[in-house]
């Protein structure tokens, strides 16, 4: 009997292809769920507002990566759902077209977000706000989609720039567009994508939880090994139209910008400064700034061995 044939189906949801999967695609290719007996199924959702209603519903995703905002979103709206893992830090570019020099430049243009007020809109419009330009007076945000649609958009002149990551951003940058600047510019320290599930959902699939953790940290441990690194650019490159080059680029500027969360574990101080800035654009009770609220790091010490 194979692998496949005994692995247990979990269905996960992501928003879009971008490097910030990797360590799911190394997980599929080099057969590190399957090892860990999961047969895991990925849907591509397109838009963090629908990622989210449809993780929210249940019955169509077991867990879902999405912004860590998101889920804090949730939970004070009465969602049972939790944080189990924490993936990455933002490591997104603010791409403009050729002729924007500056953030002055922007005033009175359309920017591409996923959602206007969700996920790292948060981030842009924090950035944009250092740099001297007010939502609503001076730019305008608009809903277009994850990492792909928005590089669409910026290509067919719909918006004038957008947060990318990568290996969106170097695409663009070689095709002539403009990078103005950084979501690190404005905070480094934040909490950006997570994996979550619905609590009811965990209690009854506890086993499946905590091997879809332990498979996911070998895959990310296996790419953060600097031997795998032109395999790891191949991997990428099977999911995503890339040149060689920039897909090295990509895994070059992750591995040194510590992208991924090591061993993918919940940043909580970067929670905490993802809290302070839903706060700071009156999305979040300033009062809440407990991040342990919306996580359970029970599944994940079981997964390691550490509790």
């Given at each position: ?99 924007v020099k500056s ?80 979501n690190l510019d ?122």
């Open positions: 009997m194979d692998l496949g044939s005994r692995a247990q189906k979990l269905r996960l949801a992501i928003i879009s292809e971008s490097a910030g999967n990797w360590p799911v695609y190394v997980g599929l290719e080099k057969g590190f769920f399957l090892a860990g007996g999961l047969d895991v199924e990925v849907a591509i959702t397109r838009s963090s507002v629908k990622h989210l209603e449809a993780l929210t519903a249940g019955g169509i995703h077991d867990i879902g990566h999405q912004a860590a905002d998101h889920i804090v979103r949730a939970v004070e709206t009465g969602s049972d759902l939790f944080i189990f893992l924490g993936l990455s830090t933002p490591n997104y570019s603010l791409i403009v077209a050729p002729k953030y002055a430049d922007l005033k009175g243009k359309k920017l591409g977000v996923d959602g206007v007020s969700t996920g790292f809109a948060l981030l842009l419009r924090g950035l944009l706000r250092q740099n001297g330009l007010e939502e609503g007076r001076e730019y305008d945000l608009v809903p277009v989609g994850g990492t792909g649609e928005r590089f669409n958009a910026i290509v067919n002149g719909q918006v004038e720039g957008a947060l990318l990551d990568g290996p969106a951003d170097l695409i663009a940058e070689a095709r002539g567009f403009r990078r103005l600047g950084s404005y905070l480094r320290q934040y909490q950006g994508t997570v994996a979550a599930t619905k609590r009811a959902w965990a209690a009854q699939n506890e086993e499946r939880l905590v091997k879809y953790i332990r498979s996911y940290v070998a895959a990310l441990d296996w790419l953060h090994d600097a031997d795998n690194r032109a395999e790891a650019v191949s991997i990428l490159q099977k999911y995503l139209p890339v040149e060689t080059e920039i897909a090295g680029k990509t895994y070059d500027r992750y591995m040194e910008l510590n992208t991924f969360n090591p061993r993918a574990a919940v940043n909580l101080a970067g929670m905490r400064e993802a809290m302070k800035v839903m706060a700071a654009t009156g999305q979040l009770d300033p009062s809440l700034q407990k991040p342990e609220k919306y996580c359970d790091l029970t599944y994940y010490s079981r997964a390691l061995g550490e509790g």
